[in-house]
């Protein structure tokens, strides 16, 4: 029982931060030996659901609404990388990251990158007021439901939440390092 528990908090944990990517071996390992049939099933169903948006996997097309209002599609955005910045004008750590995304936002301004907020606040005037007020770059969305097929595909269950998608609109990285953290500028250096 106790080995069970851990193989869980183990494999909860990476699932948590790294989804089903590379977790094929851990997935062998924990499968061998895990004895509880429930334990295997919470996991295996975890691991089927973050499989969903592992590297290369398609994504039906999601649908945002922008400041103005208007009807702005992910698959508008096809043929560059789309990072994609989950977050609320009430969270803290997101407001923590924005200085260092302006500069991201500005060192890959000429790259085959765009950057897309998708905020989930729920008072609509006071996330325009916000964008407004910081002139914020990038696409600005907003999606107020936070159980839209979004943010349930991509299991958003915190924030900020970074992800990055490639030209062909498939997921590139759904746990992408945050902007302060220099492990993104090497990454976007590589891809761009």
């Not at 973050?50 to 400041?67: C, E, H, M, R, Y």
Request: one cysteine or more; hydrophobic letters at 40%.
């Amino acid at each position: 029982v106790l080995a069970d528990a851990m193989l869980s908090h183990v494999m909860n944990m990476y699932m948590d931060q790294r989804g089903a990517d590379d977790a094929a071996d851990l997935m062998q390992v924990f499968r061998s030996a895990a004895k509880s049939a429930g334990v295997r099933r919470d996991i295996e169903d975890k691991h089927a659901a973050w499989d969903k948006v592992s590297k290369g996997k398609a994504l039906p097309d999601f649908v945002f609404s922008d400041i103005a209002g208007k009807q702005v599609k992910l698959s508008d955005f096809h043929g560059k990388y789309v990072l994609i910045d989950c977050w609320a004008t009430w969270c803290g750590p997101c407001k923590a990251q924005l200085p260092h995304l302006e500069k991201v936002e500005k060192r890959y301004a000429d790259k085959n990158i765009v950057f897309v907020s998708i905020s989930s606040d729920k008072d609509r005037q006071k996330w325009v007021d916000i964008v407004t007020e910081k002139m914020m770059g990038g696409v600005q969305l907003n999606e107020p439901r936070v159980d839209c097929e979004f943010f349930t595909l991509f299991q958003v269950n915190g924030i900020p939440r970074f992800i990055l998608l490639g030209p062909d609109g498939t997921v590139y990285d759904a746990h992408l390092p945050r902007p302060s953290d220099p492990a993104l500028s090497a990454l976007l250096d590589q891809l761009l």
